[in-house]
């Protein structure tokens, strides 16, 4: 009121800073009751009749924080959205090997014994091996495309 009556500030902005003043006592009486009512909590929790007072100082750590760098890393390796999608390349990867697989030729070995011989006649081997290869040269499907999808 007196920088208004010496003609330093209008009303207006005295009615301002009267509403910021006001509002700042009302939020300073908001964090006054929610201290009385943690406290009360408190002690409703540790089933102490009175106010809780620590007996031992609050721990302090000392020993400066990693840089953030660390911290980001960190939280790389541990986020299952990113996990989820490293399993996805990893099973794309593994189809491409699949396709690139059916362009090579199959290789395999086969045998057989008779253990049961007295079935058998008598011009029918005891025993068989073999050795196969199979490679497709004409498909239907276009197989270096199927790679590339």
């Given at each position: 009121?007196?920088?208004?009556?010496?003609?330093?500030?209008?009303?207006?902005?005295?009615?301002?800073?009267?509403?910021?003043?006001?509002?700042?006592?009302?939020?300073?009486?908001k964090t006054v009751n929610d201290l009385a009512t943690l406290k009360a909590a408190?002690?409703?929790?540790?089933?102490?009749?009175g106010e809780v007072q620590p007996v031992s100082p609050l721990f302090v750590q000392r020993v400066p924080l990693e840089?953030?760098?660390?911290?980001?890393?960190?939280?790389?390796?541990?986020?299952?959205?990113?996990?989820?999608?490293?399993?996805?390349?990893?099973?794309?990867?593994?189809g491409v090997r699949v396709q690139q697989a059916k362009l090579k030729p199959q290789i395999f070995a086969f045998g057989q014994y008779d253990f049961r011989r007295r079935d058998e006649m008598l011009t029918?081997?005891?025993?068989?091996?073999?050795?196969?290869?199979?490679?497709?040269?004409?498909?239907?499907?276009?197989r270096p495309a199927q790679i590339s999808a």
């Open positions: 009121e007196k920088l208004e009556r010496e003609g330093f500030a209008t009303r207006a902005q005295r009615l301002q800073a009267t509403v910021a003043r006001d509002k700042a006592e009302r939020e300073y009486q408190l002690a409703t929790l540790l089933r102490s009749g840089p953030v760098a660390s911290f980001e890393r960190t939280a790389q390796a541990r986020q299952p959205q990113i996990a989820r999608l490293r399993a996805m390349v990893a099973q794309a990867e593994q029918d081997p005891d025993w068989a091996f073999g050795i196969g290869l199979k490679y497709t040269f004409l498909s239907p499907n276009s």
